[in-house]
């Protein structure tokens, strides 16, 4: 899916000589987003071969895994971005850990998830259904920020929820 109004708001926050990952980056529309903007060092994972292949050959930086594990080095990035993956993680404590681990001493994570909608019962591949006060209750656990705001794509309907989180 292409997500415009979320690809503004992460290049607002960002900039381009930032180092950046998105996690669970799907077909690297973000990613291919920030590019097209002049972002130069930019990073992807994902657990779909296919996906990190193509990413590879469109010149992104791609690393194929299974969440929960983010076989990366420790503080080696600026900002990891994660869009609608946190609800699929059933390891989420050991995820978000990863998440952390990788991130730069001064770094920050934006993290994307449906806002008290698409529960397990509604989606099978979801295994949690987060609120705002359960998401920062659960973040706050492992960051020392957590900044949590509401938002929703043009392209799709679902609300979601942003959070700003920094090491």
């Known amino acids: 899916m292409y997500w415009p109004t979320l690809n503004k708001l992460i290049a607002s926050l960002t900039n ?5 990952i998105d996690i669970g980056c799907g077909n690297g529309g ?3 987003y ?9 990073s992807g994972l994902d657990g ?3 996906g990190v292949n193509r990413l590879r050959a469109e010149g992104i930086t791609m690393h194929l895994a299974r969440l929960p594990k983010v076989p990366l080095a ?3 990035y600026d900002v990891v971005i994660t869009s609608a993956v946190l609800e699929h993680v059933i390891r989420r404590r050991t995820f978000i850990k990863e998440l952390r681990r990788i991130l730069k001493p001064q ?10 909608a698409l529960g397990p019962i509604d989606d099978p591949e979801h295994c949690i259904m987060y609120t705002e006060p359960s998401l920062r209750r659960f973040l706050k656990r492992y960051f020392r920020e957590v900044v949590i705001d ?8 679902t609300p979601l929820l942003f959070a700003t989180v920094r090491k």
Do not use: H, Q, W
């Open 16 to 20: 381009p000589d930032e180092r950046i």
């Open 30 to 32: 973000m990613l291919r």
């Open 34 to 42: 920030l590019k097209g903007l002049g972002y130069r060092d930019l």
């Open 48 to 50: 779909s071969a296919y």
């Open 74 to 76: 420790d503080n080696d």
């Open 107 to 116: 770094g920050r994570a934006y993290i994307f998830v449906p806002d008290n």
């Open 150 to 157: 509401r938002t929703r794509d043009v392209n799709d309907t």
